[in-house]
T-cell receptor, first 113, second 113 residues
Framework: DTEVTQTPKHLVMGMTNKKSLKCEQH?????MYWYKQKAKKPPELMFV???????INESVPSRFSPECPNSSLLNLHLHALQPEDSALYLC????????????FGPGTRLTVL | GEDVEQSLFLSVREGDSSVINCTYT??????LYWYKQEPGAGLQLLTY?????DMKQDQRLTVLLNKKDKHLSLRIADTQTGDSAIYFC?????????????FGTGTLLAVQP
């Protein structure tokens, strides 16, 4: 299995809602990443997990809360988001943190109303 | 920090070759990558080159690296309509204790039948 899967594919939420994005990989990778991508822009790194521990937080607002319950799963919990948080959220994994090949999932298209 | 730049748009006819260019600023970048993103989808790693190489060929794809000028290019031979997508150049930036992928602005490749 050489895939990174993400659910849901699309998510619409209000500013008072709480929702979660899920990412899964079964390649035995020990580093997982969250990126945010606005329309017509490159992906921007949000968080890096290495061996299930948070390694990098790129000064992301606390309304985004990542969680890595095991080596295959990565969640992004969302609460009290703003309309400007609407974007494509991409998950990626690599064998180790800093390993040069990152494999990306298809993304979750998030719309905040 | 690393800055990666690309031209925004390229239009070619089906069957022609496409050349997408990228410049970067950090000469210590060890790996340089080309990713493809189709509309509404995640990023697909197309190819990469290690910084001590000048050229890498993989089927229809040829990557050229000019380290002196910090210039990277991706040539797609016999371009097909299925190659229409946004192409991102990325550099692996080893800054301090962390390694990050720094993406370029993306080049939209439009292939005319």
């Amino acid at each position: 299995d050489t895939e990174v899967t993400q659910t849901p594919k699309h998510l619409v939420m209000g500013m008072t809602n709480k929702k979660s994005l899920k990412c899964e990989q079964h390649m035995g990778h020990r580093a997982m990443y969250w990126y945010k991508q606005k329309a017509k822009k490159p992906p921007e790194l949000m968080f890096v997990y290495s061996y299930e521990k948070l390694s990098i937080n790129e000064s992301v607002p606390s309304r985004f809360s990542p969680e890595c319950p095991n080596s295959s799963l990565l969640n992004l919990h969302l609460h009290a988001l703003q309309p400007e948080d609407s974007a494509l959220y991409l998950c990626a994994s690599s064998q180790l943190e800093g390993a040069h090949e990152q494999f990306f999932g298809p993304g979750t298209r998030l719309t905040v109303l | 920090g690393e800055d990666v730049e690309q031209s925004l748009f390229l239009s070619v006819r089906e069957g022609d070759s496409s050349v997408i260019n990228c410049t970067y600023t950090d000469s210590s970048s060890t790996y340089l990558y080309w990713y493809k993103q189709e509309p509404g989808a995640g990023l697909q790693l197309l190819t990469y080159i290690f910084s001590n190489m000048d050229m890498k060929q993989d089927q229809r794809l040829t990557v050229l690296l000019n380290k002196k000028d910090k210039h990277l290019s991706l040539r797609i031979a016999d371009t097909q309509t299925g190659d229409s997508a946004i192409y991102f150049c990325a550099a692996l930036n080893r800054g301090g204790a962390t390694n990050k992928l720094i993406f370029g602005t993306g080049t939209l490749l439009a292939v005319q039948p």
